[in-house]
């Protein structure tokens, strides 16, 4: 077992429909929780910023290089030394 319990994969990606619906698919095909996601667009909205909070096991390696090969997504980068607030912010503003 990993010493880090979650880990953020950083996503860039085309911004177009059924983009979220790849990704989704993929970790659902694979077994794969995604413990929460966060997505906004960048720049001229060409492009979005996805924020996948995974549980840092045996499969992360495997979904990364799966990620990587979806024709969508531009950049993908693991984050082991993130701050989760945002998510746990998102979790106490529901609970309002």
Not at 13 to 40: D, K, Q
């Amino acid at each position: 077992m990993n010493s880090v319990e979650n880990v953020i994969i950083e996503l860039v990606v085309v911004n177009h429909p059924g983009v979220m619906s790849h990704i989704t698919g993929l970790f659902a095909r694979r077994a794969f929780n995604l413990e929460g996601i966060l997505c906004s667009r960048i720049g001229t909205g060409e492009e979005s910023c996805m924020y996948l909070l995974v549980k840092n096991d045996d499969k992360l390696e495997q979904i990364v290089k799966q990620l990587e090969k979806l024709y969508d997504i531009c950049k993908v980068t693991v984050h082991d030394d993130y701050n989760a607030h945002v998510f746990d912010d998102i979790q106490k503003f529901m609970e309002k």
